[in-house]
């Protein structure tokens, strides 16, 4: 028995090495021995006093607890053969520091096997699994969770023949290779990174490309999958390119992998739900996609990785291009960037700070029908929602809407 957790059968142990563990971490689930024994609560700080008594007490790992039902339910065999191949091909680039041609074939193989596998899969019931034995594997599973979801997506757009889905799913599953190149401690840093690790960390996509140019059987859908899959819709990402002449595949592997990212837990954050990663997914429309983009990601996630649900409610408030604020009314059924929504301030901007002005008479308006308004987002921070919900009650417009949103 695990003390102090009422269900341990129902939960995944996960373990963290110490020497990884930058000191005054704190982690939001509470750590413990191998034997169970609780060493430190949730959020409490972790100084470095705390991990060489910690060290000494019970060895470098550590453990946490996750809900065993993050587990998905995709094709479980091929899953653990692909977990399998990644482990083998990462672990032979550490030893040799190379890609080899007979490694890429495997991986090719592998992909096709995904491919087929969802393809004969119930995508209504479809969730990724989120298998993070330890923190060191992380990059196992996400490289087969990111080549998942961009074979469902670019398979969605119908834009692409099979042999472009298959080559485009490598390169989305290849796309984190060059963290290979990282040292171990950069790679699996808990804390932020200071200016040179990121420097370091954003040379992936180039290293990534360099080991595998060299390979005759590489296609370049491939490499370019992998090269620009940290580039931005505002042309701030990783090497500043204009977006607009990049091709769509690394930009499919981007909006994956961040949804991936958002929704697998990390010793230092608890994995955001898919509404919550879907709600901030949708906060970077012309930011850091363009907008027909994330529609078709929230779109085909919204039906497949969300029990068909939509990720915001009636209630929940809309930011609109305008620069206005509205509530959503009805959700769009076509589609789900375009809901109905009753349009009631705006956001303005006097000296350095930005206040909400509240219309007289709020404006019901179809985000399908209208050509000037379009969605910029749900509005996340609790503190904001807060206050306008109060605003409203004393303004007494719109009552029927202010109800507060649960996604448990
Ligand atoms: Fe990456």
């Not at 034997?35 to 000494?56: F, N």
């Not at 590489?218 to 701030?236: A, G, N, S, W």
């Not at 109905?340 to 509240?358: D, M, P, Y």
């Not at 996340?380 to 007494?396: D, G, N, Q």
């Amino acid at each position: 028995m695990i003390s102090g957790m009422a269900d341990s059968g129902n939960k995944q142990k996960i373990s963290i090495d110490l020497d990884y563990i930058k000191p005054d971490t704190s982690f939001v689930y509470p750590l413990y021995s191998n034997e169970g024994e609780k060493l430190l609560d949730e959020r409490e700080v972790l100084t470095a006093s705390r991990i060489r008594q910690i060290r000494e007490l019970y060895g470098s790992k550590i453990y946490y607890y996750i809900p065993g039902n993050s587990r998905g339910m995709v094709a479980g065999r091929v899953y653990h053969k692909a977990w399998n191949h990644t482990k083998r091909v990462l672990d032979e680039i550490l030893s040799t520091d190379k890609f080899t041609p007979d490694a890429y074939r495997r991986t090719e193989d592998i992909i096709n096997d995904i491919i087929e596998e969802l393809k004969a899969k119930d995508m209504a019931i479809l969730t990724l699994i989120k298998d993070m034995r330890s923190f060191d594997e992380y990059l196992y599973n996400h490289s087969i969770n990111v080549g998942m979801l961009t074979a469902l997506m670019a398979q969605k757009r119908r834009k692409y023949s099979e042999a472009e889905v298959k080559k485009i799913v490598t390169g989305a599953y290849l796309s984190d290779i060059g963290k290979m190149k990282l040292e171990k401690e950069v790679f699996n840093k808990p804390g932020k990174l200071t200016e040179e690790e990121l420097i370091r960390m954003r040379l992936h996509p180039q290293d990534g490309y360099n080991m595998l140019k060299g390979l005759r059987e590489v296609d370049p859908i491939v490499l370019q999958t992998i090269l620009f899959h940290h580039e931005r819709f505002d042309d701030e990402g990783y090497y500043g390119l204009p977006y607009e002449t990049l091709p769509t595949s690394p930009k499919i592997v981007s909006i994956c992998d961040m949804y991936d990212a958002l929704t697998s837990p990390r010793p230092f954050r608890k994995a955001y739900t898919p509404p919550e990663a879907l709600k901030i997914i949708a906060g970077t429309i012309d930011k850091k996609y363009d907008r027909q983009l994330v529609s078709d990601f929230i779109n085909m996630a919204g039906s497949m990785l969300n029990n068909s649900q939509s990720f915001y409610r009636r209630g929940d408030f809309c930011q609109l291009n305008t620069g206005e604020v509205s509530v959503v009314s009805d959700i769009g059924t076509w589609d789900i960037l375009k809901p109905k929504v009753i349009v009631f301030g705006r956001f303005e901007n006097t000296g350095s700070r930005s206040s909400l002005r509240f219309f007289n008479n709020p404006i019901e308006v179809d985000l399908a029908k209208d050509l000037n308004r379009k969605m910029d987002g749900i509005m996340m921070h609790p503190k904001i929602i807060e206050a306008v919900r109060i605003k409203l009650k004393e303004k007494k417009m719109l009552l029927d809407y202010l109800y507060s949103p649960k996604y448990d």
